[in-house]
């Protein structure tokens, strides 16, 4: 990119300071006589060896070009562009430093526990804020230190806060007092495990039972009479039997927030956005608009970028075993516990309907089936007369 300058030469006798100009050997790219003079462009070189001259012409630059052009253009706007990067300096710094932290309990012992933990992590007001994997990694280390006193924790970035949400670890009480009570199944099941605490036991590792059998008794036989009542503790674990249907399109698009997020400065000039820091390949934008200029085409953004990944597939029956297994699991997810566990799965059907395929899933899970009826309004003497 050279540069070039475009002079206009007035004087008596211009074509002679022309013809003085070519002696001296400067190179002259174009030339137009105009009624008030002579019309040259001339390179940086030309143009020096014309301002060395000593000549009683008057000589104006009409027009630059080229570096010499983005060079007059930084010196006359100077100070308009030393302000815009002030400026957007000052918003780069001001949107990567925390101004306020907030703990959100109503304990204040834990409020104190937790901002001192912060600090010691370096989230604390007036200092630069981490990354999303550090953020997350200091969650790890705070419920890792105060194990016995937090249960979850979880820090979130707004603007230029952070909001610290704290649940409290419930020390667990002693037992109450407990009523004369029979352990029964919730629901159908295979029994896999029983583990009796106290009461008298009537199933067995792999019977069937269907919803309200009695499995650990709180009513204590000796030989064939009822002799007390008591409260039947213990745990029983099944195995349960699910079936999900799914519908899944033959043409699958998904798209997920992924929790990440990234918060920049942006120049929007015309149609045009300038990033000045990279973002990712696949995200949400959120802008505001920061300062707009009314004179020029130009207004900056504050823009929040958050993380999303894609899926974009097409299924068949051959292809759709492995995403119907997936879905049918998170859909089954909302139905159990986390001690919960998928023992096995199997595809019982698939089959095309229009722009679907439709699959039947069939599920074997280990799941706590323990549940509690009352026998304290049973009659003891009443009972052993009927078994008379």
Same mark, same amino acid.
């Given at each position: 990119?050279?540069?070039?300058?475009?002079?206009?030469?007035?004087?008596?006798?211009?074509?002679?300071?022309?013809?003085?100009?070519?002696?001296?050997?400067?190179?002259?790219?174009?030339?137009?006589?105009?009624?008030?003079?002579?019309?040259?462009?001339?390179?940086?070189?030309?143009?020096?060896?014309?301002?060395?001259?000593?000549?009683?012409?008057?000589?104006?630059?009409?027009?630059?070009y080229g570096i010499a052009k983005i060079q007059y253009l930084v010196h006359k706007y100077f100070v308009?562009?030393?302000?815009?990067?002030?400026?957007?300096?000052?918003?780069?710094?001001? +949107?990567?430093?925390?101004?306020?932290?907030?703990?959100?309990?109503?304990?204040?012992?834990?409020? +104190?526990?937790?901002?001192?933990?912060?600090?010691?992590?370096?989230?604390?007001?007036?200092?630069?804020?981490?990354?999303?994997?550090?953020?997350?990694?200091?969650?790890? /280390?705070?419920?890792?230190?105060?194990?016995?006193?937090?249960?979850?924790?979880?820090?979130?970035?707004?603007?230029?806060?952070?909001?610290?949400?704290?649940?409290?670890?419930? /020390?667990?009480?002693?037992?109450?007092?407990?009523?004369?009570?029979?352990?029964?199944?919730?629901?159908?099941?295979?029994?896999?495990?029983?583990?009796?605490?106290?009461?008298?036991?009537?199933?067995?590792?792999?019977?069937?039972?269907?919803?309200?059998?009695?499995?650990?008794?709180?009513?204590?036989?000796?030989?064939?009479?009822?002799?007390?009542?008591?409260?039947?503790?213990?745990?029983?674990?099944?195995?349960?039997?699910?079936?999900?249907?799914?519908?899944?399109?033959?043409?699958?698009?998904?798209?997920?927030?992924?929790?990440?997020?990234?918060?920049?400065?942006?120049?929007?000039?015309?149609?045009?956005?300038?990033?000045?820091?990279?973002?990712?390949?696949?995200?949400?934008?959120?802008?505001?608009?920061?300062?707009?200029?009314?004179?020029?085409?130009?207004?900056?953004?504050?823009?929040?970028?958050?993380?999303?990944?894609?899926?974009?597939? /097409?299924?068949?029956?051959?292809?759709?075993?492995?995403?119907?297994?997936?879905?049918?699991?998170?859909?089954?997810?909302?139905?159990?516990?986390?001690?919960?566990?998928?023992?096995?799965?199997?595809?019982?059907?698939?089959?095309?309907?229009?722009?679907?395929?439709?699959?039947?899933?069939?599920?074997?899970?280990?799941?706590?089936?323990?549940?509690?009826?009352?026998?304290?309004?049973?009659?003891?003497?009443?009972?052993?007369? /009927?078994?008379?």
């Amino acid at each position: 990119m050279n540069s070039r300058y475009r002079i206009l030469i007035q004087g008596k006798n211009v074509s002679y300071f022309v013809s003085l100009l070519i002696g001296k050997h400067v190179s002259i790219y174009q030339k137009e006589e105009v009624p008030s003079g002579v019309i040259l462009l001339v390179d940086a070189e030309g143009w020096k060896i014309i301002q060395e001259i000593k000549t009683s012409y008057f000589i104006t630059i009409l027009n630059r070009y080229g570096i010499a052009k983005i060079q007059y253009l930084v010196h006359k706007y100077f100070v308009f562009l030393l302000g815009i990067v002030f400026f957007l300096g000052i918003l780069f710094f001001l +949107s990567h430093v925390i101004f306020q932290v907030d703990v959100v309990h109503s304990n204040e012992l834990i409020r +104190s526990i937790i901002y001192e933990d912060l600090k010691q992590f370096g989230i604390e007001r007036f200092h630069f804020k981490v990354s999303y994997e550090e953020k997350e990694e200091i969650v790890e /280390k705070i419920l890792e230190k105060e194990t016995e006193k937090i249960e979850w924790l979880e820090i979130e970035e707004v603007g230029t806060k952070y909001i610290v949400r704290v649940e409290e670890r419930k /020390k667990s009480k002693e037992k109450k007092a407990c009523r004369p009570q029979n352990i029964v199944a919730k629901k159908d099941a295979m029994i896999l495990e029983i583990h009796a605490e106290e009461g008298e036991v009537k199933k067995k590792k792999l019977d069937y039972v269907k919803r309200g059998d009695v499995i650990i008794s709180g009513l204590i036989y000796n030989k064939e009479d009822i002799v007390s009542k008591r409260c039947a503790r213990g745990q029983v674990f099944g195995e349960v039997w699910y079936q999900v249907t799914l519908e899944i399109p033959k043409h699958y698009h998904e798209e997920k927030v992924t929790g990440k997020k990234k918060r920049k400065l942006e120049v929007q000039f015309l149609n045009t956005t300038y990033h000045l820091f990279s973002h990712y390949d696949t995200y949400q934008k959120k802008s505001k608009v920061l300062l707009k200029s009314r004179l020029l085409p130009i207004q900056f953004l504050f823009s929040t970028y958050l993380e999303t990944e894609v899926i974009d597939e /097409k299924y068949t029956l051959d292809s759709i075993d492995s995403k119907a297994y997936s879905l049918a699991l998170e859909k089954l997810s909302q139905q159990l516990s986390k001690d919960d566990e998928v023992i096995s799965k199997k595809i019982l059907k698939k089959y095309e309907k229009d722009s679907k395929i439709i699959v039947e899933v069939f599920f074997r899970v280990k799941e706590d089936i323990t549940d509690t009826v009352s026998i304290e309004n049973v009659d003891i003497n009443k009972e052993n007369q /009927k078994e008379e």
